[in-house]
């Protein structure tokens, strides 16, 4: 069974600084996707990043990106320039075919002022 | 970009009622819906998932006589909790997808507390 670790449960950072969150999974297939959520206070999840398993590229959204290592199933996010709204739980997530996803323990993730 | 819509945010019942949460999808048809339960400071964890037209796939150790799914139509689904006792006093999501691989789209979540 596929599985996510975020063996993470909470980081902190300075804003303005830059924070790198880690994710690794485990899984048999070659065509996946990876996605890192967000859940702020409101709890309402918000998708920051995907990434396709078959793209050797990195995934990059403004001040998020990824560094995926497909040979070593790791999946990090790297949040640049953090910012106060930046503050929320952090869920990387996994998902292949058409089957449901599967999260990872999620990281809480704390802007210093 | 895609929307879900789901209700109530929150909800209190008296212990032995019943509750209906709502989600639906605003802007593209769901063919598939999932939902989940989270406790807090903890993550995501799947129940069941809802397809249009057919009966929902429990997860293991999800009671399907105690959360009822229906998936009436392609931008609806409901997840009924019927004779709710204290311990089941959570906060429920819904999501759903057009094209899993572009991620799913969640709901804003219920929180119920069963008194």
């Known amino acids: 069974a596929q599985t996510v670790t975020q063996s993470q449960p909470e980081m902190s950072v300075q804003e303005a600084e830059t924070v790198t969150l880690s994710c690794t999974y485990d899984t048999s297939e070659s065509d996946y996707y990876l996605f890192w959520y967000k859940q702020p206070p409101s709890r309402q999840m918000i998708l920051v990043i995907r990434q396709e398993a078959y793209k050797q590229q990195n995934a990059t959204e403004n001040r998020f990106s990824v560094n995926f290592q497909k040979a070593a199933k790791s999946f990090s996010l790297k949040i640049s320039d953090s910012q106060l709204g930046d503050a929320a739980m952090y869920f990387c997530a996994y998902l292949w075919g058409a089957q449901k996803l599967v999260f990872g323990q999620g990281t809480r993730l704390t802007i210093n002022p | 970009g895609a929307v879900v819509s789901q209700h109530p945010s929150r909800v209190i019942c008296k212990s032995g009622t019943s509750v209906k949460i709502e989600c639906r999808s605003l802007d593209f048809q769901a063919t598939t819906m999932f939902w989940y339960r989270q406790f807090p400071k903890q993550s995501l964890m799947l129940m069941a998932t809802s397809n249009e037209g057919s009966k929902a796939t429990y997860e293991q150790g999800v009671e399907k006589d105690k959360f009822l799914i229906n998936h009436a139509s392609l931008t609806l689904s409901t997840l009924t909790v019927t004779s709710a006792h204290p311990e089941d006093s959570s906060f429920y999501i819904c999501?759903?997808?057009?094209?899993?691989?572009?991620?799913?789209?969640f709901g804003s979540g219920t929180r119920l507390t069963v008194v």
């Open positions: 999501s759903a997808t057009q094209d899993g691989g572009y991620g799913y789209t």
